[in-house]
């Protein structure tokens, strides 16, 4: 797991030098990485978890290695948000769209059995809109699972 031969004064200048590299990869890549938490957002987080983790135990090379790879991983990310934000079909291929699960104070169950949602989901979402089932006008699953209701 981890190198014997390495003192922990170095261990803990890899284990630094990967935390900014990757902080500074991830607030330069915008906003969106950080705020609009997306299904490839998780999915760079779980790969750059698998990337730097050499890099934190191993030798040099692991650690040049593994800021490639972040690198490449954080490039790709926003390299997918450039181009779904410029194309509206490749941005419903890749991040879905927003499904109409209820209307006029009524649930639609058959689309909520779809999505997985359960009553919990959808009256807590009631809750935070401060909103009462029979004063729904629409409730809307977004792409990113979060769940909007518009009041009549």
């Known amino acids: 797991m981890f190198d014997l031969h ?3 004064w170095e261990l803990l200048a890899r284990a630094a030098f990967i935390y900014f590299a990757l902080f500074l990869m991830v607030r330069l890549s915008g906003k969106r990485t950080v705020g ?3 299904p490839f ?3 760079v987080v779980m790969l750059l978890s698998e990337a730097v983790s050499n890099g934190l135990s191993g030798g040099d090379d692991s650690v ?3 800021w490639i790879l972040a690198a490449t991983l954080i490039a790709m990310n926003g390299l997918v948000g450039f181009i779904s934000s ?3 079909r490749l941005e419903r291929l890749l991040e879905g769209s927003p499904m109409l699960i209820g209307r006029d104070g009524v649930w639609f169950p058959d689309v909520l059995r779809r999505h997985r949602l359960g009553t919990a989901d959808v009256e807590k ?7 009462r089932l029979r004063d729904m006008k629409l409730a809307i699953l977004e792409t990113d699972g979060s769940i909007s ?3 009549r």
């Open 6 to 8: 390495v003192s922990w």
């Open 36 to 38: 609009q938490f997306t």
């Open 41 to 43: 957002d998780l999915l």
């Open 64 to 66: 040049t290695g593994a």
């Open 86 to 88: 410029r194309s509206k």
């Open 125 to 131: 979402a009631l809750r935070e809109a401060d909103c």
């Open 149 to 151: 209701i518009v009041r």
